[in-house]
């Protein structure tokens, strides 16, 4: 049984180093760092004058009928494939307006990534904080009279807010 069980490892872990990760990757994975950076130069290189501000990039997840043929694959790795495509978030700085872009990483543009689309959203719909504003809001909210009032009954916090983190939505 042991004989068994160690055979079944060792050729488990072979199939698994032979798959070539660069030509098959599971359609859900999250954006590789490759990927986000690739995104991110491609949108600045799009617009090279504007400073736009980053919110999200993260992966568009593929349609559910696409993702289909890949899950009933027999071959191992799948022989199909389906494109990886990111999601951007941008806020244009001057305008404060939203931005949502896509992009896809095919394999005969060197898995660079293609702008498939650019929406700027209506008026009045707006992305979620970004970083620099989730701090400044958190710091607000710390050095606020209230807050420093309320904090007060807690020692540990008054001498040390840096161990707190404001939950800021």
Known sequence: MLRLLLFLFVNFVWVVRSIDSSTCSYP?????ADEISKTSFKIK???PTVPFIFILITLKEPKKSSLISYFLN????PDCYIPRESLTILVHPD???THEVVAQFLPENDHRPVITSWNELPEGIESSFSGDEMLAVGNLALNDPTVKARLS???EFVSNTTI???DVW
Request: charged share 15%; hydrophobic share 25%.
């Open 28 to 32: 859900l994975d999250p954006l590789s």
């Open 45 to 47: 290189q799009t617009f």
């Open 74 to 77: 027999d071959s191992s790795p």
């Open 95 to 97: 305008t404060g307006r």
């Open 153 to 155: 009954h807690y020692p």
């Open 164 to 166: 707190i983190i404001p």
